[in-house]
């Protein structure tokens, strides 16, 4: 219930991240005077500084302008040779691609700014950009990484002895924590950030604390203390006037009682999260409401109501991933505009080649009339022609062949590029996954939308090695399986308390191959990891080997074994889609329980 609240204290230490910016945009009456200082166009640092600042505001509104602005006071700010200005700019440039869902331009951005912040010794931007990208891998589920950078901007904001920073930090760090279910290290730092709120009598920050050890101590089952914390949390907003934060309090209050099965409080909360979070059009918070007034009336029988509620809990979700599927659709035009592209390119080779072809009948033309002209020449003449006959076609047939390579080198070029832009989509793609996923709160369907980003994840790698691969119709299967393994590994086992063994040979594949192939391997990985680590040294072996025009695959664990025969398992949506690939690959596949579960693929 706290993920919005959680934003926003994310993103207000993030924009705050230059040290010399002066205060944020609040109000109309700041973004029109920073508009008059762009419209009087004066090249100097005032419209850096404009730039920046309508760039800010415009973040979490209308993140492609604020791009743009930011991209602008870059380009102005790099023009001047005024360094804290860029490094402020590239900072808001990672802001927006980050929102955009473009991880990768994001970070390039952060560490474009990092590297300026070193430069100038800039302690307290240090820590911002390392914040930020901490913020940043959090949002990719990448959590170690994010402890990794939450760590390093922790250390910056010691030196410069920023409290308010320090225990922004804490509250990020809990967020990772809660979301990991280490609760009692989430309590630590969530009580650290509360200590330094309470020194610094930051009331919102208080609130804040309070409502996310409330959150903690309810999922430990603590329901005394988490409705005790809740309320305090809504006592601080109330006097802070803190609006969204009160639809958030009184969201997570709803949720709270019906854990407690007090149906009438339940109720109270949902209307009173309701009636304000419509007055503040809170979307992000109503589609909450409601999701819990549907659970609410399907326990109290009443299925009339629960179905009112859950159209109304569909619309407001599907206004929260409107603006998600647009991006996604904008990513996937660009597929469709490189085949048109494509099929401009041909359409040109193709005139390009009728032109040729006319040339030489024009040419051929010109050579008769010549010969017919100089029958009556000296043999001299004749020899002096017939060299030069010879020497011009040399010069076609070299020119030719020169088209040719240059047509190869263009041909190989493009479909690298499409391959790296269907990559690029494909980690767009996983990216909406991810972002989805903050807003289910139901295990099952988590737990299908993580599945499904891994399905994505393992033919992302497989355009990843075609891109980088010097021949793209054949591609090394045993290097590609090896690289998708670490992947999964680093997803389900980061910490690799699972022995994970790949071994086999170097074999060549073509795509049409691979893509149900590692659709097939990703399936028996995610099910080892999820299902056959229950030894004390669990250990998953992944082995391919090529034997004539057979290839062999298995993966095997150490675990229980299969307690059903696998024809029990055909509903599951993991077999159907093993099942369907093996069939694809005209192959064979063999379930044996030996110390473990064996799993051999054959095709």
Not at 155 to 173: C, H, M, P, V, W
Not at 227 to 237: I, Q
Not at 302 to 323: E, R, T
Not at 462 to 474: C, D, F, G, P, T
Request: hydrophobic fraction near 35%; include cysteine; glycine fraction near 4%.
């Amino acid at each position: 219930m706290f993920e919005c609240r959680r934003l926003y204290v994310l993103i207000c230490i993030c924009v705050l991240s230059f040290i010399i910016t002066p205060a944020i945009c609040q109000d109309k009456e700041k973004v029109d005077r920073y508009l008059k200082v762009v419209e009087q166009g004066k090249q100097d640092t005032n419209l850096v500084y404009a730039y920046n600042e309508i760039a800010t505001e415009l973040l979490g509104s209308d993140d492609q302008k604020a791009k743009e602005y930011a991209l602008k006071g870059l380009t102005l700010s790099k023009k001047l040779n005024h360094k804290h200005l860029e490094s402020w700019s590239y900072n808001l440039l990672g802001l927006s691609y980050d929102y955009l869902a473009r991880p990768d331009s994001a970070l390039l951005s952060y560490q474009q700014s990092l590297a300026i912040k070193e430069k100038l010794n800039d302690i307290d931007g240090i820590g911002a950009t390392y914040l930020n990208i901490g913020v940043l891998y959090f949002y990719q589920n990448d959590f170690n990484n994010a402890i990794v950078y939450y760590n390093k901007s922790l250390d910056q904001y010691t030196k410069s002895k920023n409290e308010r920073r320090i225990a922004g930090i804490f509250n990020n760090l809990g967020a990772i924590y809660r979301q990991q279910k280490k609760y009692k290290e989430a309590i630590e730092v969530f009580d650290k950030a509360y200590a330094l709120k309470i020194k610094l009598q930051d009331t919102s920050g208080i609130a804040n604390a309070l409502g996310n050890l409330g959150m903690v101590y309810q999922y430990l089952g603590n329901y005394k203390k988490a409705e005790e914390l809740h309320l305090e949390s809504l006592k601080y907003d109330s006097l802070q006037g803190n609006s969204y934060n009160m639809v958030s309090s009184y969201v997570s209050l709803a949720e709270l009682f019906l854990y407690k099965k007090d149906f009438t409080k339940t109720e109270k909360y949902l209307l009173n999260a309701i009636d304000l979070g419509n007055k503040l059009n809170a979307i992000h918070y109503l589609d909450d409401a409601y999701k819990v007034y549907t659970d609410l009336d399907s326990l109290k029988g009443d299925f009339k109501s629960a179905y009112s509620h859950q159209k109304l809990f569909q619309y407001y979700n599907d206004l929260i991933l409107k603006d998600e599927r647009i991006k996604q659709m904008d990513k996937l035009e660009t597929v469709f505009s490189t085949k048109e592209k494509e099929q401009q390119i041909k359409l040109l080779n193709a005139n390009s080649e009728l032109n040729q072809l006319k040339i030489k009948q024009q040419e051929k033309q010109l050579m008769i009339f010549i010969i017919a002209s100089v029958l009556l020449v000296i043999l001299l003449s004749a020899l002096i022609i017939a060299f030069r006959k010879n020497r011009q076609k040399n010069q076609e047939l070299a020119e030719k062949n020169s088209i040719i390579n240059e047509a190869l080198e263009e041909k190989d070029v493009l479909l690298k590029e499409i391959h790296h832009r269907v990559k690029n989509n494909l980690q767009v793609i996983s990216s909406l996954l991810s972002i989805q996923s903050r807003y289910i709160k139901d295990e099952k369907a988590l737990e299908a939308i993580n599945e499904s980003k891994e399905r994505v994840n393992a033919i992302s790698v497989l355009h990843q090695e075609i891109y980088k691969n010097e021949v793209l119709s054949a591609i090394d299967a045993g290097n590609y399986l090896s690289n998708l393994s670490k992947g999964i590994q680093q997803t389900f086992d980061p910490k690799q308390e699972v022995t994970l063994i790949v071994k086999g040979d170097s074999f060549l594949l073509d795509v049409d191959q691979l893509i149900p192939l590692g659709l097939i391997v990703n399936e028996l990985l995610t099910n080892a990891y999820k299902y056959g680590c229950s030894s004390p040294a669990p250990q998953i072996t992944l082995s391919f080997y090529k034997t004539g025009n057979q290839v062999s695959i298995s993966v095997s664990d150490n675990g229980k074994g299969m307690m059903q025969a696998p024809e029990a398992k055909q509903d599951s949506l993991g077999f159907k889609l093993v099942n369907m690939f093996v069939q694809k690959l005209k192959g064979t596949i063999d379930y044996k329980n030996d110390q473990g579960l064996k799993i051999s693929l054959t095709f």
